[in-house]
């Protein structure tokens, strides 16, 4: 291994001789030195076996015109084999050894393309003897001109004489005009020798393998009769070397610029060639050798190329007329049958690409059609819109009044099974009464036979042990009972008042409705519980012989003897219990809170003082905290008050101002009239009262009448900031009895004086904006309150709802019962968690397995939904805002109610009698709306207070969203399941099919289309973007995949990336 120094230079040399990226030079530089020696080895035992001169001087031998016959022929033996050894050299040598070819020394292309010019020569000259018949005239032909820009000024000896000619276009000059000899005739046959060679082939293979590499490649394109010498090749008898310069032509068209020249190369070929069309020669090989797919195949590929790679639609159709009036849309149509698979790639790519300017045409004009029509749909659009919302208000209207009429006529139903209730109860009660009446009369009556039987059998001597024995004899069927008093037989309804007042009061807590007074408690109750009342004077005594007193009589001197009580009594509130004392309580404490707090006063600061972000207590919340005890302000007389706001005053501020001093300072300033208003407040109200554009008389004098035509209702809500203060009034009335001139006064100071002496100012300005604004407010209110009473009724009674949750809830239970135990219901919010429950293979949720129970197992609750009414529109109302509101309004009518009973306006006395019942009903829909939302949420488990309808509407919204969503999911994974399906039946009846050759042909051959119409999406546009290997890059992706223009059909894109395409075209 050399020494290090001796190691770089080598490596350096082995690197440049590689024509490598910087990427790929960064990576071999950091390998370590042995490494370095490895790669420097590899790359020395590469000799180069001829230099660039060698291979140029045999080029320049050949095309040596003084050779003798004899000679050239022992020479051009060996001259493919050297040209073969060239493009080798060429394709593998480094770039060094590339640029020392086509270095101003060597001139390697030139040489190149004067030896292929010099090889296609009697093919060019054949051919135009051969059409013009073997005239001696077509000694001028066209061919003779491609000779004389290839040699420039050395002219070859001609066997005739000079001709003068004229100039011709060429690629890269202007017009100019030379005058040369034809070539000679020994050059002629010497061509010939060489064309029967693959002299031709071989020579566009190395300039293909030169234009390989970026500087050889702008070379060729800068180069005058390169890319016409390589278009001329052409007329070579070989399909190989003619489909060889095809792609490479198709290839350069697709590089920036290169469109051009192609173009102008078969300018050039026509010209040369005779021909009275561009391209004519080229169809004509391309109808003719049908044989060869090869050349038929790249013929078709620069055909698509050439026409459909241009960016201007118009010169595409152009150059797509130029092949029509070839007769290529024939030949297309003869070749449609053919079964090579590449060629029929090739003719559908073109096929795609073609513009047909009669469809487009048509097409333009359905669009404008279309467009049109278009915008006459979304005017109608609007107007049904519109007419829908008007529709939509309308019914959910009408749906508010007959929910109201159904909420009522349920609770009609309601009051009336109370009532059948209470007079079942009652019944039974009578006829319980009655039985107990019966069974006491028949007990009094064998008491008494037991009695009289008692009193024959003893005597008149001993009633008494007679007595006891009776007692004694009946004391185990009945209880203890003197004899009855003959006087008592209770009626009915005095019987049943008893049994209903000790007993039954203190149950029921129903006291006896008495007439319009306020009914007194029925004795022995109280609103807490039945207590026993003081016993009434007993009865007068039965007739002798006394009896002692009968259980009759007990019961009646328990309870008084009054009227008997109507049969129903509606509960009075409150009668469970009492709760007033927890309430007057509570309102006994908020008093001693609120003024155990001192009020403390803000703090006036010399400079301005950072805000503390703190979150503070409210006053409510101090008592019984650390915070009760403690006096700030008694600390503040102990700092350096000053010192801190110096410490912490915020930026920008200059030295402290006294504010007493800069107030005495204001009135030195002589402003040319009064004013007694602050200055930014007299400033505003100036504003304000120029967009109101009238006179300080007339908006006081509207003001007064209430006449909301002079002055707009936003003036006066403006106004509502400039109501006149206290201060404000003190100093206008004192400026008065000081007998001052108003003219002194500024506009906006007589303004406020003429404007304070309104009466009652603030409550006319407050009437005005109510009366304003109430017809908005209204018919804002109206909607979001029928909406509530609309979502709220149709959640309730919706059956189908109730079946949903019915089987979430058997879900739940059956997932959840063995580790928590069964439920009896759910809270709404629960409805979220559907979404987070998945499978185990995760690819779906609860929720869309309950949707699939559904449509499988209870198809008729799936569109539950519909019976949700304006749910989304609830979710949006705001409940307590709406009630606020319409407060508001209520507020508002009494507001102007006063005001009328003190003057009696006509505009007022308008307002009340148009407005006062539209007030009343909005209040009614406002009660409904709050009664039904409150039954709604206790109707599924929840509360008002800590659901509101911002919360609990949402959760129907949001679950009826997502169920519809997993509903459209479930759908969609059933038609894939489907096609899927049917795909594999697909496939095995393919299977089966494909036994029969014809069939499996015509199969490769979709396959391969479809394949390659696939991969199209994929490949971007391979253009020259100025590195090494670019052209093969673009010929092997041509092979790959044929070129489609980016305006082509829709099902078959190939160059589909515009930014690519922009940046390199």
């Known amino acids: 291994m050399p020494d290090p120094a001796e190691l770089e230079e080598r490596f350096s040399i082995a690197l440049n001789s590689m024509n490598l990226p910087p990427d790929k030079v960064r990576l071999l530089r950091s390998y370590d030195n042995e490494k370095k020696w490895e790669l420097i080895c590899d790359q020395e035992r590469f000799q180069v076996k001829n230099p660039p001169h060698t291979y140029i001087q045999k080029l320049r031998g050949f095309l040596d015109p003084a050779v003798t016959r004899k000679k050239f022929r022992r020479r051009v033996q060996e001259s493919t084999q050297m040209l073969r050894e060239l493009e080798i050299s060429l394709r593998t040598n480094h770039i060094g050894w590339v640029r020392e070819f086509l270095n101003e020394e060597n001139r390697g292309l030139d040489v190149l393309v004067e030896y292929l010019s010099f090889a296609q020569y009697a093919v060019t000259f ?247 029509r278009v915008e006459e749909l979304e005017e109608s659009l609007g107007t049904m819109s519109e007419r829908l919302l008007d529709v939509e208000n309308e019914a959910m209207l009408k749906i508010v009044e007959l929910e109201k009429q159904l909420m009522q006529t349920n609770k009609d139903l309601d009051h009336v099974r109370e009532v059948y209730a209470s007079a079942n109860s009652q019944v039974h009660t009578l006829r319980r009464m009655v039985r107990e009446k019966d069974q006491t009369i028949r007990r009094q009556s064998r008491l008494e036979r037991q009695a009289q039987e008692a009193q024959q059998a003893g005597g008149p001597g001993a009633p008494q042990p007679q007595r006891g024995e009776g007692d004694g004899g009946v004391a185990d069927s009945a209880s203890p009972s003197p004899p009855p008093c003959p006087n008592l037989s209770p009626s009915p309804e005095t019987i049943a008042y008893h049994s209903m007042g000790p007993g039954m009061s203190g149950a029921s807590g129903m006291p006896a409705p008495p007439p319009p007074p306020p009914p007194p408690p029925m004795p022995g109750t109280v609103s807490n519980g039945p207590y026993p009342a003081p016993p009434p004077p007993a009865p007068p005594p039965p007739p002798p012989p006394p009896p002692p007193p009968c259980r009759t009589s007990e019961l009646s001197s328990s309870v008084p003897m009054p009227p008997p009580p109507p049969p129903v009594a509606p509960p009075l509130p409150g009668s469970g219990g009492s709760p007033t004392v927890i309430f007057n309580s509570g309102l006994a404490e908020g008093p001693l809170k609120l003024f155990s707090v001192k009020i403390k006063k803000p703090i006036q600061t010399k400079f301005r003082m950072p805000v503390l972000n703190w979150v503070a207590l409210k006053p409510s919340q101090i008592n019984g905290t650390v915070f009760n005890d403690i006096d700030d302000e008694s600390i503040l007389q102990d700092l350096d008050v000053e010192g801190f706001e110096e410490l912490f005053k915020t930026k920008a501020q200059g030295p402290a101002v006294d504010l007493t001093l ?3 300072k204001l009135p030195q300033k002589a402003p040319s009239k009064v004013s007694l208003l602050e200055a930014n407040r007299a400033k505003n109200l100036a504003i304000t009262l120029r967009k109101a554009g009238q006179g300080s008389e007339v908006i006081c004098r509207a003001i007064h009448t209430f ?192 005001e009328f009973s003190v003057q009696h306006n006509a505009t007022l006395k308008d307002f009340i009698s148009r407005h006062e019942s539209r007030l009343s009903k909005l209040q009614e829909d406002a009660r409904i709306a709050q009664d039904a939302f409150e039954d709604v949420v206790k109707f599924f488990g929840e509360s008002s207070k800590t659901m509101p309808p911002s919360v609990f509407f949402p959760i129907f919204v949001r679950f009826i969203k997502a169920y519809r969503l997993a509903e459209e999911e479930n759908e969609q994974r059933r038609r894939q399941e489907q096609m899927l399906l049917e795909k594999l039946e697909q496939e095995e009846q393919q299977q089966e099919e494909t036994k029969s050759p014809s069939h499996r042909g015509k199969r490769q051959q979709q396959e391969l289309i479809t394949e390659l119409r696939r991969r199209q999406g994929k490949d971007s546009r391979h253009v020259y973007e100025g590195k090494d290997g670019a052209i093969e890059d673009i010929i092997t992706a041509l092979k790959t995949v044929p070129f489609t223009a980016r305006s082509a059909k829709r099902s078959s894109r190939f160059f589909c990336d515009p930014a690519h395409s922009e940046e390199h075209y």
């Open 707 to 898: 006449d909301l035509r002079t002055v707009r209702v936003d003036f006066v809500e403006c106004l509502m900031r400039f109501l006149p203060t206290e201060a404000e009034v003190k100093l206008l009335r004192q400026y008065e009895r000081d007998r001052k001139p108003l003219e002194s006064l500024s506009d906006e100071d007589r303004f406020m004086m003429q404007f304070s002496r309104i009466e009652r100012l603030n409550q006319r300005m407050s009437i005005m904006t109510f009366m304003g604004n109430f017809t908005d407010n209204v018919q804002m209110l109206t909607p979001q309150l029928h909406a509530m009473i609309a979502a709220s009724v149709s959640i309730k009674s919706s059956q189908k709802l109730k079946k949903i949750l019915e089987i979430i809830l058997a879900l739940g239970n059956y997932m959840n019962s063995s580790k928590r135990g069964a439920v009896y219901g759910f809270k709404l919010q629960s409805l979220d968690l559907l979404l987070e429950t998945k499978s185990t293979d995760r690819t779906q949720t609860l929720l869309h397995y309950i949707a699939n129970v559904v449509r499988e197992k209870y198809p008729a609750v799936s569109l539950f939904y519909n019976e949700l009414h304006y749910v989304d529109k609830a979710a949006a109302v705001s409940l307590e805002n709406v009630l606020s509101d319409v407060k508001d309004l209520q507020r508002g009518m009494e507001l102007t109610w006063r």
């Open 126 to 372: 054949d051919g135009e003897q051969s059409e013009a018949g073997g005239e001696v005239s077509s000694i001028d032909s066209p061919w003779s001109r491609s000779i004389e820009d290839l040699h420039g000024d050395c002219s070859l000896p001609s066997p005739s004489s000079s001709v003068p000619r004229a100039a011709r276009h060429s690629i890269s000059s202007t017009l100019v005009t030379r005058s040369n000899t034809l070539p000679s005739r020994r050059t002629l046959k010497n061509s010939r020798l060489v064309c029967k060679k693959d002299d031709v082939h071989v020579c566009v293979m190395c300039l293909r393998a030169i234009m390989n590499y970026q500087y050889g490649f702008n070379m060729v394109m800068s180069h005058p009769h390169a890319v016409n010498e390589i278009a001329l090749s052409l007329n070579n008898r070989n399909p190989r070397t003619k489909a060889l310069v095809l792609e490479l032509l198709a290839a350069v068209c697709l590089v920036r610029g290169g469109h051009e020249i192609i173009l102008s190369a078969f300018d050039n070929f026509k010209t040369v060639c005779s021909e009275s069309m561009r391209f004519e020669k080229l169809m004509e090989h391309f109808k003719n050798e049908d044989d060869n797919i090869d050349f038929l195949v790249a013929c078709m590929q620069f055909i698509n190329i050439v026409v459909h790679s241009v960016e201007d639609m118009n010169f595409r159709v152009h150059l797509q007329y130029d092949f029509t009036k070839l007769n290529l849309d024939d030949h297309l149509e003869r070749l449609k049958h053919t079964e090579s698979d590449r060629l029929q790639v090739q003719i559908q790519a073109y096929l795609d690409n073609v513009f047909d300017v009669g469809t487009l045409l048509e097409d333009a004009e359905t669009k404008t059609a279309a467009l049109e």
């Open 662 to 664: 800069s107030r005495q």
